[in-house]
């Protein structure tokens, strides 16, 4: 696998864990943890696929569904053991905003060549699954929240 399917992966394995974090401080059941995390590890690329008018990236390789699914048992089956879940979930969420930041800018300049269009996927793909995520779970959303997603995203 190359260093940029791994990155990848790897992002949306976070952004999963994030989701199945917020689950659980939800006190969902595994049902619950399935669906947020596969809905905050592939909202923001979901939507950049969908802009950019491309396969959408999951649709294509399960891979990462999988990826979500086993990610939301892994925390399904541990979170009860870790003493402190929000600071998990804002280290995990600044982890997945970077990766994401990263990779869906640089799809959107690949498909494009408009740097435009590489900010706004770049941010798109960082921002919206967690967007999401916070919705489904009732909280406030990232954009509303005194830390600076969308800031970092946009540097």
Not at 5 to 28: E, H, I, M, N, P
Not at 71 to 76: D, G, S
């Amino acid at each position: 696998m190359n260093p940029i399917a791994l990155l990848d992966y790897a992002g949306v394995a976070v952004f999963a864990a994030t989701g199945a974090l917020a689950a659980s401080r939800k006190q969902l059941d595994i049902i619950g943890f399935l669906f947020l995390a596969s809905v905050t590890g592939i909202g923001g690329g979901t939507l950049r696929d969908v802009i950019l008018n491309l396969p959408v990236f999951w649709v294509a390789n399960s891979g990462y569904v999988l990826v979500c699914a086993a990610v939301a048992v892994l925390v399904f089956f541990s979170a009860h053991r870790v003493e402190s879940r929000w600071k998990w979930l804002l280290w995990l969420d600044a982890i997945g905003l970077a990766a994401f930041s990263v990779m869906g800018a640089a799809k959107g300049l690949a498909i494009t060549g408009s740097t435009v269009v590489s900010v706004i996927t770049g941010v798109l793909t960082a921002t919206f699954g967690g967007i999401l995520r916070d919705l489904l779970a009732g909280e406030p959303s990232v954009l509303l929240r005194p830390e600076i997603y969308v800031t970092a995203a946009l540097a």
